[in-house]
């Protein structure tokens, strides 16, 4: 309508152009009513013009996503991720331990209307009112399909052993769509989970695949291909197509990821996975496989933007037997005992009434552990003997290459003076008349010493067989050495005027100097040696990096604590600070990663513990951690405050809200970053309720198991050790009488240094047990400490002999040749009986204590010795035991009243009156 123009002259304008045209593009699915549409298409028919289908041009053009509409898909899919993660899975875990019975139908109601009241799971910033289901959610567990078409039934959730659950739903945010599919396994078999981990591995391969300019059909063939390789009877039910494109519509069908699609992959394309199997068996039993996600296509593999965890232990269901609960009520009952520390005998409450069954379980368990650990060991160090071990190559220090750079011109030299060469790091010596060059590395010491009118300067060489000098450091050892070599010279002025000693004492100074600089070049070379160069890191461009701000960094970069942001990049994390320092941690050198939670906490933490140490600053280090403060962790004294102070109150729920607001943000930084890292970084929580209290270093803390690790993060230096390094575990100073005991942590490469934790209260040694056994390692213990630089040295020097000997048994106390050794013992004693004791004359006269000494003797003898039948004859049950224990018990508390209450004043009686003073009074009268 430029120009004043009208509707109808603007219309006849573009039909006068579409004359020339022979086709013209429409979409079939949309179907316009009304006058003008009637109009419009009796025209097209009347010019004779072809009509089209677009559809596929179109959605190619606008496949491509720009960086608005990647931001609406990346917030949808991760709200999309967080309901099933959150909500989902978790509604499905809590069905099962209830054992309640819902219906497919009212499951997937539940989603739907959680997603339509908009109150949970929103990232900030999204519009509530802009959030909608793409589809009905849908549930299944008997009758499986993969099509987005099926529907939940109304039959109910099916959780009994083997089963499986399959979930599928998606979110639409401004029109933009996103999916996940999951599926949440109930008890499942080694089969089961074998199968899952394939479809996982396939999953993950079509992702690294999605690479730019790569046909959709060869997406799909390989995928095939892989799993025709692994397991071909899957092809029978293989879905014809992996996925498509989505965006404003859910499903593009002209992107397609089937065998005959030939369009190619572009960047910042999205796309839904979705590949499943249908019509499994487990013991008659039918179940599905079904996994999901939305990603965008990039440079190296596409992105999943649904982050939420596939692994088999993050979707899986395990029932516990009436076994496991009956261990996990003696757990129970033992952590209970345990947390009461203040009285002593916590340990002793429920131990001779549940203790005995788990305590028996253990003991054999720990049997068949040393028969292994020992036939592993004894492999281990048999391979590592037949295998090409490198010798280390000593580098032989050089004075002087060549004769050019030898200062054959200096005038000290020429005067036959000693000279010190600090740009080679040599001593010129002049032996014989002949200038010799020393390097620094060969003088071992030199010293100066006064004797009258003389100064003498010793100097000592190293030389082969001598502890700092080792022979493999000389080409020939077996050469003739000089050992020491001693300069005297005058301190009386010479007719110039010059003191002769000056230059002695003036070499000595030079010679200390370079060999200090020497001294400290060799300790940073050797620092340095297994530290790497990490590759370089690769920054994303795009806006959506994962990040967490205000976090301080450990070790610290400069003197003092500076606050900056870490952030997750494709390859690794980099954490910048206000004042324009970086550290980079590269995915690839991360040994373990934890997740230390705020829960009675001052710091919450990720801690990352790395393969190869990395340099932070000017010292080298393999443990970086990035933490926050919660709370105040100084308290005011002086101040005089009330329980129910309102102030109080409202910093107390203020605190509570941070901390809950930094645990969600953490938790949310740590799912994008694992799945960023395509599962090269996994973090580990500690169980807090497993912890224990113990010295590694100088000061107490509390160590807590997490799944791979014993860890404390909190105090610094970190104590971290890898429990796959660990070999055994052996307690030291085990005594009844002593309220503490020590842990010695034994690795496999004996050539390691040995851990020790110091001081751990008696009371948690039953818990300690526990938490090694269920963790398959060998654990000994004893009354005394030992020397364990000796032990691993001889285990080092002669490990056959060792092993023939019988390896670690010889610390086990209960082990089965101390046994025969006591049976032994037992039988020789008994040559020796008790009627030795009375074998005394009659007739002798003894005083009374000395027949009472030998009537306790024998009582006592025939006590200890009648017992050589049967144990259920003489021995007492523990019931008994504990009655006497009890009656000694009160006993000795009695006695401990009486000792302690104050004496009273006892009236003197007088001397008894004896017969013969009566008779004398009687005489008198």
């Keep these: ?70 931001n609406h898909l990346k917030k949808v899919a991760q709200y999309t991720s967080d309901i099933f993660s959150k909500y989902v899975r978790n509604e499905l875990m809590n069905l099962v331990d209830e054992e309640k019975k819902v219906k497919h139908v009212r499951m997937s109601s539940n989603i739907e209307n959680l997603v339509a009241e908009g109150k949970k799971c929103l990232l900030p910033g999204m519009d509530k009112d802009s959030v909608e289901v793409a589809y009905t959610p849908i549930i299944q567990s008997r009758k499986f399909s993969l099509k987005f078409s099926a529907s939940s039934d109304e039959e109910k959730i099916d959780y009994s052993n083997r089963s499986s659950v399959t979930v599928l739903f998606g979110t639409r945010y401004k029109s933009y769509c996103s999916n996940i599919s999951r599926t949440v396994l109930v008890e499942p078999t080694e089969k089961q989970q074998q199968s899952y981990e394939l479809l996982l591995e396939i999953v993950e391969k079509v992702y690294s695949i999605m690479t730019e300019n790569t046909k959709l059909s060869a997406v799909y063939n390989q995928c095939v291909e892989l799993v025709k390789e692994k397991r071909p009877e899957w092809l ?21 990821i089937g065998p005959k699609n030939d369009n ?149 030299i020429r005067d036959l003076k000693i000279m010190v060469d600090k740009k080679h790091e040599s001593v010129i010596i002049p032996i014989f008349g002949i200038p010799t060059p020393f390097h620094i590395s060969t003088i071992k010491n030199v010293s100066k010493s006064e004797e009258g009118d003389y100064v003498y300067l010793r100097t000592n060489l190293n030389v082969p067989g001598t502890q700092v000098a080792k022979d493999e450091h000389y080409a ?40 200090k600089k020497f001294k400290q070049y060799e300790n940073e070379k050797k620092e340095m040696e297994d530290v790497i160069e990490q590759e370089t890191l690769k920054i994303t461009q795009t806006k959506g990096v994962p990040r967490l701000k205000d976090l301080y960094c450990r070790p610290n970069l400069s003197t003092r604590r500076v606050i900056g942001t870490l952030e997750a990049h494709s390859n690794g994390f980099r954490f910048h600070n206000t004042h324009g320092g970086n550290v980079d941690v590269i995915y690839s050198t991360i ?29 080298k280090t393999y443990h970086i951690c990035f933490y926050t403060e919660v709370g105040e962790i100084m308290t005011d004294l002086g101040k005089s405050s009330h329980m129910y102070d309102r102030d109080d109150i409202e910093a107390e729920h203020a605190e509570r809200e941070m901390r809950q607001k930094l645990k969600g943000a953490f938790k949310n ?112 213990e004893g009354a005394i400490s030992l020397n364990w630089p000796k032990i691993m040295k001889t285990i080092n020097d002669h490990p056959d002999n060792f092993f023939e000997d019988g390896g670690w048994k010889f610390l086990d106390p209960e082990s089965e040749e101390e046994g025969e050794q006591e049976d032994s013992d037992a039988e020789g004693d008994e040559s020796w009986g008790p009627g030795e004791v009375n074998s005394e004359e009659d007739g002798s006269e003894e005083s009374d204590s000395d027949e009472g000494y030998k009537s306790d003797v024998s009582s006592a003898s025939d006590d200890s010795y009648s017992g050589t039948g049967s144990s259920e004859e003489s021995g007492k049950d523990w019931s008994d035991l504990e009655e006497e224990a009890r009656r000694d018990d009160q006993r000795r508390l009695r006695e401990e009243r009486e000792d302690d209450s104050p004496k009273k004043k006892r009236k003197i009686a007088p001397p008894p009156k004896s017969k013969s003073s009566d008779s004398k009074k009687k005489k008198r009268k």
């Design 1 to 70: 309508r430029r120009g004043g123009r009208t509707g109808a002259e603007h219309m006849k304008t573009v039909i006068e152009k579409m004359k020339s045209l022979k086709s013209v593009g429409y979409f079939p699915k949309d179907h316009f009513k009304g006058e003008l549409a009637k109009q419009w298409n009796a025209k097209l028919k009347e010019l004779e013009i072809d009509q089209v289908d677009a559809t596929a041009h179109i959605a190619l053009c606008l496949a491509v996503k720009d960086e608005q509409e990647l």
């Design 236 to 256: 029978n039910n293989f879905p014809k197509n992996i996925g498509f494109g989505t965006g404003i519509e859910f499903r593009e069908p002209s992107l397609l």
């Design 264 to 412: 190619v992959l572009k960047k910042n394309m999205v796309f839904i996975i979705q590949i499943g199997v249908v019509g499994l068996k487990e013991d008659e039993k039918e179940y599905a496989l079904m996994l999901g996600d939305t990603v965008v296509v990039g440079d190296s593999g596409a992105t999943v933007l649904t982050p939420s965890k596939k692994k088999i232990r993050s979707v899986s269901i395990f029932l516990k037997g009436e076994g496991d609960e009956e261990e996990e009520e003696e757990q129970e009952n033992l952590m209970e005992n345990i947390t009461r520390q203040s009285k002593r005998t916590a340990v002793l409450d429920n131990k001779l009434r549940h203790e005995p069954l788990s305590d028996d379980k253990r003991k054999e368990h720990q049997r068949k552990l040393v028969d292994k650990l020992n036939q592993e060991a004894r492999e281990r160090l048999s391979a590592k003997k037949n295998g090409y071990k490198e010798e280390k190559k000593v580098q032989t220090s050089v004075a002087f290459k060549n004769l050019q750079s030898f200062p054959s011109n200096d005038p000290d």
């Design 476 to 515: 020939n050892p077996e050469a003739t050495f000089m050992k020491e070599i001693t300069f005297r010279s005058n301190m009386r002025k010479t007719g110039t005027g010059e003191v002769p000693a000056m230059h002695l004492n003036n070499a000595f100074r030079i010679i200390k100097e370079v060999q």
């Design 591 to 619: 040994k373990h990663a934890f997740f230390q939670p705020c829960d009675k906490e001052m710091l919450i933490m990720l801690h990352f513990y790395l393969k190869h140490p990395i340099m932070i600053g000017k010292k």
């Design 669 to 780: 930084f740590i799912e994008k970053v694992e799945s960023l890292s395509k599962g090269k970084v996994e973090f580990d929580t500690p169980f807090r309720e497993l912890g224990f209290f113990g010295v590694p270093f100088r000061s107490s803390c509390m160590l807590q198991p997490t799944t791979h690790c014993l860890i404390n993060v909190i105090e610094w230096p970190p104590f971290v050790i890898a429990l796959d390094e660990v070999e055994l575990v052996h307690f030291e100073r085990v005594q009844f009488q002593l309220k503490n005991f020590d842990m010695v942590f034994i690795f496999k490469d004996y050539s390691r240094k040995i851990e020790m934790i110091n001081s751990i209260p008696m009371s948690s040694l039953d818990a300690i047990k526990e938490w090694l056994n269920s963790c398959d390692l060998k654990y000994t």
